[in-house]
């Protein structure tokens, strides 16, 4: 189970270095079910790693020029905030519920941006975005995110492509700024409740910093289209087999 749970890892971190996000949804599955993991402690577990291989995929993105930074900045301070009181509400909850609830909204996000995929996506500058909309959607991400101990990458993209129109190379880029920032402040608010496995914690993040190499450069040789959809379709598949998991 270590080696799957290891080369599951790797796939964490290739998923965030191509697609910005989805590490999260398959970290806290990794953990709880392969490594054996009790959920909160998953979720805390999720989160260290998730931030730390964001920040690494983070750099190929952001030489490239496909951060906006503002509109990160902004999302991503919203989401701190959030995040930090969703941390402490989630260690409050069963972990059955958390565990049921993640899966469904992973279902939801996906099929957002499967929807998205079809129309047309078109860039759109740092100075045509919303400051309230950024500001009011970075919170409800935040909420979730320290909740469930997602990134949040799955919700940042569709939420910057749905809601921002940023185009999906650039809000691939700028969600791993966000899902570092959220991660954070997630962790802080349910350190305190947890004890994490410091050899486990240390192991998985390796590897997955590992796989954000190999997914960035990947990343180069698909279109957009073919990005979103893959997104897309990842969460969703992922969701329903964490669903059929718990209800079976």
Not at 207 to 221: D, K, P, Y
């Amino acid at each position: 189970m270590v080696v799957l749970g290891l080369a599951l890892s790797l796939v964490i971190g290739v998923s965030l270095g191509l697609l910005g996000g989805g590490g999260s949804t398959l970290t806290v599955p990794v953990i709880h079910y392969v490594f054996g993991v009790e959920t909160h402690e998953a979720i805390a577990l999720s989160l260290v790693v998730v931030g730390a291989t964001s920040l690494v995929a983070l750099i190929p993105h952001a030489r490239a020029g496909r951060v906006q930074w503002k509109t990160g900045l902004a999302f991503g301070l919203a989401c701190m905030v959030a995040a930090f009181f969703g941390g402490k509400l989630g260690g409050a909850l069963p972990g059955r519920f958390l565990i049921d609830a993640f899966a469904v909204l992973m279902v939801v996000a996906g099929g957002a941006m499967l929807v998205r995929a079809r129309k047309p996506l078109a860039t759109c500058q740092p100075e045509d975005v919303s400051l309230w909309s950024v500001l009011l959607i970075g919170v409800g991400v935040g909420l979730i995110t320290g909740t469930l101990g997602a990134g949040g990458g799955f919700i940042i993209v569709p939420a910057l492509t749905l809601v921002g129109g940023i185009a999906i190379r650039e809000a691939v880029g700028t969600s791993l700024l966000v899902i570092a920032m959220n991660s954070a402040a997630g962790f802080a608010g349910t350190a305190s409740k947890v004890h994490l496995d410091g050899r486990l914690l240390i192991g998985v993040t390796a590897v997955a910093v590992a796989g954000t190499f190999f997914g960035a450069r990947l990343g180069h040789r698909l279109s957009a289209q073919h990005l979103q959809r893959a997104f897309g379709w990842f969460v969703i598949v992922v969701g329903l087999l964490m669903l059929v998991r718990e209800l079976a």
